[in-house]
């Protein structure tokens, strides 16, 4: 047990969907295979065209890219901002995936029928939102709730996740409707926008007074991080990796998963999470 979970007194434990993939140290992991999933079952997926977007460094775009590898479909994708060279990109191209670079307000229009006809998208090609979510994937990514559930023996009390889009945060939270699980979704972008999206992709006119947004962990930011964690990309992987400085963690990578666990033991030593409480962390993945 963490320290700060034990001087507490709160039972905490660590959800490993980074370990939930096909083989280890594919990108393909955690909530991008269930958001995925929906798509990676359809009969008719083999020898079709995929597109997508993403930033330079979005895991999204580094799992579909791998998903079309090991499934035989082909990928392109359109990423936001100037044209750069990482290690994410280039395994992508190795998988086979085309990477087009658009600017930042053509990339605001992603969700315009006439702007991806003008990006050449056709009507045969699926088009996969941003991050993933798209019909069905909430019910995929749902499961997970269940699966701690089941784990447990009993729904926690609280249940951790981190944001980027809110579709994964979505799926737990229409699983755990009708529990008691209060359902913390820490965003790794700065703003109060979230608890509005993750509420619209939901669409169900629910109240969902287990929502919590806690938003004081962003670190400043999407792809910015504490100048106190050590980030480095270890021999044979190509994520950036980071250390928290804390002891008995999985690895963890900076975008989304250090400032989650940051921010969940920041309130462990704050008392936030009351004695004999069960507090679940997600690890959603992104370790590759």
């Not at 990477?99 to 006439?114: C, E, G, Q, V, W």
């Not at 784990?151 to 699983?175: E, F, K, M, R």
């Not at 938003?215 to 950036?240: E, I, M, N, Q």
Request: proline share 8%; glycine share 12%; aromatic share 10%.
């Amino acid at each position: 047990m963490h320290p700060a979970a034990a001087e507490a007194g709160v039972r905490l434990y660590c959800k490993r969907d980074d370990l939930y993939g096909w083989e280890p140290g594919s990108p393909l992991q955690g909530n991008k295979v269930r958001k995925l999933f929906p798509l990676l079952s359809r009969p008719d997926l083999p020898g079709r065209s995929v597109v997508s977007f993403g930033g330079p460094y979005s895991n999204h775009v580094a799992a579909l890219s791998a998903a079309g590898s090991r499934f035989g479909f082909s990928t392109r994708f359109f990423i936001r901002g100037e044209a750069v060279r990482n290690p994410m990109l280039d395994q992508a191209r190795t998988a086979g995936s085309h990477l087009a670079f658009i600017s930042r307000s053509d990339y605001r229009r992603k969700h315009d029928p006439d702007f991806l006809r003008s990006l050449g998208v056709g009507a045969a090609e699926f088009v996969v939102p941003e991050g993933g979510t798209r019909p069905g994937c909430l019910t995929a990514t749902g499961e997970l709730f269940h699966e701690v559930r089941q784990q447990l023996g009993t729904a926690p009390d609280y249940l951790c996740v981190s944001a980027g889009t809110g579709g994964t945060a979505a799926g737990i939270l229409s699983a755990a409707s009708g529990s008691d699980t209060r359902v913390e979704v820490f965003p790794a972008l700065k703003g109060d926008w979230m608890r509005k999206e993750i509420l619209h992709l939901l669409a169900d006119g629910g109240a969902h007074a287990s929502l919590h947004v806690v938003t004081d962990y962003h670190c400043g930011g999407y792809g910015k991080f504490l100048p106190a964690w050590k980030l480095s990309v270890p021999p044979g992987r190509t994520a950036l990796h980071a250390d928290i400085g804390e002891p008995g963690l999985p690895p963890l990578e900076p975008v989304y998963t250090a400032k989650l666990f940051a921010g969940v033991l920041d309130r462990l030593r704050h008392g936030r999470y009351p004695p004999g409480s069960s507090v679940v962390v997600v690890h959603t993945g992104g370790i590759y």
